[in-house]
């Protein structure tokens, strides 16, 4: 089967990872953990909303689309993942979701809403996987998803936080040159409303969805601002926002600092974009910053440490049937000294990076040790627009090393402490773990 690849940290939409991330671009993180498994809780109570919405098709409601991938076709194929018997559902399970829909028929107090139950359905079925990773999309959602992954969106320019206590909505951050920027949207804005939605208790989720919009459109939103009395309101323009994933800047010695905050399907060529750029100011050797990096695309991160590797293999995967696949760099290589600093919240995609650089001896990394996600999801569209994200592979590091659950070790063991408290913005020279690489750097170039 012909798949697009990718190796996703988590299950949510874009600025919901970026809220979990907690990553100020050109910043250095909040210090906190994400929850990457908030999927758990969910495939508990999927299970439950598969066994009633199913049940609806038995009893002849009929489903939206002639979707690719049912539960028939996906126990009809001999040798497939699913073809373990002759049926998915077996006949007893069957009838007890006939009885389960006739209770809800006669006892639920409400209407019930036949299409969200159908999409309970098809999320229920993912999710009752218990794997945090695989998760079902409505139509919506993967559009929405897929901006993600290309890094563009109709948009403001805007990373949002949202209290999980509270509810309320934070900018974390706004993009340079945005329309956000140009309407006077500033970092630490809390959002009261937007149109006529007061944002309290809504989920994040849906909050985006609000802000989004087609090109050219406004949206109203309603600020509260420390140290300014009432409500601050402003008209945003929607354009097209193309999301920055890498950040660069030239230190002392001809240091070249790259931060990449996730891969994109944009962000090797904003690396690319990088390293020219540094290498016209003559760089020397270069500190990769992938701290609190949670991942992204597979193909984005091979493209980028194709750039930098020797000749050989970057990483391999490998499905429950035992089918391996290489991903391989060919034998143009930067050959220029690296540091690399990773955290607990380095996943994925830049553990594969950090696996790489390590297992070549092409850098030294310096942080703490990473998270421990060596699994790869692929995307499967179905035909009404909708998609399923499933686990379908392991992945190892150049030298064979399986790291999910176990993570990678640094070669230098040092804990993030930023030296100066009071700073409004981030400076990597106030950082001790880039400190520390800069050393590290110096002293190979001697």
Do not use: W
């Amino acid at each position: 089967m012909d798949m697009e690849q990718y190796d996703f940290e988590e299950e949510q939409l874009r600025l919901e990872r970026e809220m979990d991330r907690g990553v100020r671009p050109g910043r250095r993180p909040y210090k906190k953990k994400r929850n990457f498994y908030k999927g758990m809780v969910s495939g508990i109570a999927g299970t439950l909303v598969v066994v009633m919405a199913v049940t609806l098709v038995f009893r002849g409601i009929s489903l939206p689309g002639n979707r690719r991938g049912n539960a028939q076709d996906m126990a009809a194929e001999p040798g497939s993942a699913g073809a373990t018997k002759d049926s998915l559902f077996e006949e007893d399970v069957v009838q007890k979701m006939g009885e389960i829909a006739d209770l809800i028929d006669q006892y639920y107090y409400e209407g019930i809403d036949q299409d969200a139950m159908v999409e309970g359905m098809y999320g229920g079925m993912v999710s009752g996987l218990g794997d945090p990773y695989s998760n079902y999309f409505t139509a919506e959602e993967y559009a929405s998803f897929n901006e993600s992954t290309t890094g563009v969106y109709y948009g403001i320019g805007v990373v949002l936080t949202q209290s999980a206590d509270t509810k309320a909505v934070t900018v974390l951050h706004v993009y340079p040159g945005t329309p956000a920027e140009e309407a006077g949207v500033k970092d630490g804005d809390m959002i009261a409303k937007i149109d006529e939605t007061e944002v309290n208790g809504q989920e994040l989720t849906e909050l985006v969805s609000l802000i989004k919009g087609e090109e050219g459109t406004k949206v109203c939103l309603q600020l509260a601002r420390e140290g300014e009395g009432g409500y601050i309101e402003t008209y945003v323009e929607r354009r097209q926002i193309a999301v920055p994933t890498v950040q660069y800047q030239m230190l002392e010695g001809e240091v070249g600092f790259v931060q990449v905050t996730e891969f994109s399907e944009s962000t090797s060529e904003q690396f690319d974009q990088a390293l020219e750029e540094l290498q016209g100011q003559g760089m020397k050797s270069v500190i990769v910053d992938l701290r609190d990096n949670p991942g992204g695309v597979l193909q984005a991160v091979c493209t980028m440490l194709d750039k930098i590797l020797p000749e050989g293999l970057i990483v391999y995967t490998e499905d429950k049937f035992g089918n391996r696949s290489d991903y391989k760099s060919d034998a143009a290589c930067m050959e220029i000294p690296m540091a690399v600093l990773v955290n607990e919240n380095s996943a994925s995609a830049s553990e594969i990076f950090a696996g790489a650089i390590k297992d070549y001896e092409y850098g030294t990394l310096i942080g703490t040790k990473t998270f421990g996600k060596g699994i790869v999801q692929t995307i499967i569209p179905l035909t009404d627009g909708s998609a399923v994200k499933v686990t379908m592979a392991k992945y190892f590091t150049p030298k064979g090393n399986y790291i999910h659950g176990v993570g990678i070790e640094p070669d230098i063991e040092l804990e993030y402490e930023y030296q100066e408290k009071d700073d409004d913005s981030y400076n990597p020279l106030h950082d001790n773990q880039v400190l520390k690489a800069l050393e590290v750097l110096q002293g190979k170039g001697k």
